[in-house]
């Protein structure tokens, strides 16, 4: 089920499960069977505010889930995902995998909102990493990734498992604010906002503006709102003690690292009571081990941060 800006929704229900077919730089796709291992085995409802590509709400079975993203080719495309998949799939047949083609389609103004899903998958499929960047006309400028990405037979069968997924997906052209306001106890909430990694530039965008210090302490105070109605919450975030000091007293239950450095980890509201869990791919779970911040000045405790 999705809201656009344009069209009614679609409604349906489904228990299916699938891995999103877009090439999501930041994704959460291998954070999922960890996730899987300590959610509940019936939730009522997913709620993803930073949705991207969408791996949680995908790949987690619910009775519904309900997303949001402020980047409309991307609303879009799960739009179109939901009724018109194959069409979108045999508008890519017609297209070549090369760089000539992709700086045609890159230029291309579709008239249809079909057309445009196509455009936004073929660019998303062959340019560089899966980025999506505009420049400041909000031109998407991403350059060409290079051929034998598009893989149009694995993105077929993909599209397909979604058509199925969106009967209980909703994906709304919204800001991250308007979903948690929506947010009743039972619900699960996964956050992966906007932000950088160690070296990287500290906060990412969000739509056409940075995502800075204060959009995170929003955010905190929003979590902090959601978890008193009952609500479940879970929330990525990086080894950064500017961010980490927003959640004193959550538990890490997750970690990612990049060879022996800590880089990412994922924290919840309460212990799940799970130690004995599996790694799964780059994150793991720690012992868990709740954010504490003695003093202003001190360092946070934890898994090596």
């Given at each position: 089920m999705v809201h656009g800006s344009q069209g009614a929704p679609v409604v349906g229900q489904s228990s299916a499960t699938c891995v999103t077919p877009l090439r999501w730089a930041g994704g959460k796709r291998k954070l999922v069977p960890l996730l899987k291992q300590f959610l509940p085995t019936h939730i009522p409802r997913i709620v993803e505010p930073f949705f991207g590509g969408g791996s949680v709400s995908f790949g987690i079975a619910a009775t519904s889930s309900m997303g949001a993203d402020t980047n409309g080719e991307l609303v879009n495309f799960f739009g179109q995902s939901a009724t018109h998949g194959q069409d979108i799939v045999?508008?890519?047949?017609?297209?070549?995998?090369?760089r000539d083609t992709y700086l045609q389609v890159r230029d291309w103004s579709p008239p249809t909102d079909v057309e445009r899903a196509a455009r936004f998958a073929f660019l998303n499929r062959t340019g560089y990493f899966g980025l999506y960047r505009t420049n400041q006309k909000g031109r998407y400028n991403v350059p060409y990734g290079g051929g034998g990405r598009l893989n149009?037979?694995?993105?077929?069968?993909?599209?397909?498992?979604?058509?199925?997924?969106?009967?209980?997906?909703?994906?709304?052209?919204?800001?991250?604010?308007?979903?948690?306001?929506?947010?009743?106890?039972?619900?699960?909430?996964?956050?992966?906002?906007?932000?950088?990694?160690?070296?990287?530039?500290?906060?990412?965008?969000?739509?056409?503006?940075?995502?800075?210090?204060?959009?995170?302490?929003?955010?905190?105070?929003?979590?902090e709102r959601c978890r008193r109605l009952g609500a479940k919450i879970y929330i990525t975030l990086p080894t950064d003690p500017s961010l980490l000091r927003l959640y004193q007293g959550w538990t890490v239950v997750g970690e990612r690292r990049r060879g022996n450095q800590l880089v990412e980890v994922c924290l919840t509201h309460e212990p799940t009571g799970c130690r004995d869990m599996v790694s799964s791919g780059q994150w793991r779970v720690p012992a868990q081990v709740k954010i504490v911040d003695e003093s202003e000045d001190a360092p946070l405790t934890g898994t090596d941060f």
């Open positions: 045999a508008i890519l047949r017609s297209l070549h995998d090369d149009l037979d694995t993105f077929a069968k993909g599209m397909g498992e979604l058509e199925e997924v969106m009967r209980r997906v909703s994906v709304e052209h919204v800001d991250y604010l308007d979903l948690m306001a929506r947010v009743t106890g039972g619900d699960v909430v996964f956050l992966d906002p906007p932000y950088g990694a160690s070296g990287d530039y500290p906060f990412r965008r969000y739509g056409s503006l940075l995502f800075s210090p204060s959009d995170h302490r929003r955010l905190a105070a929003e979590a």
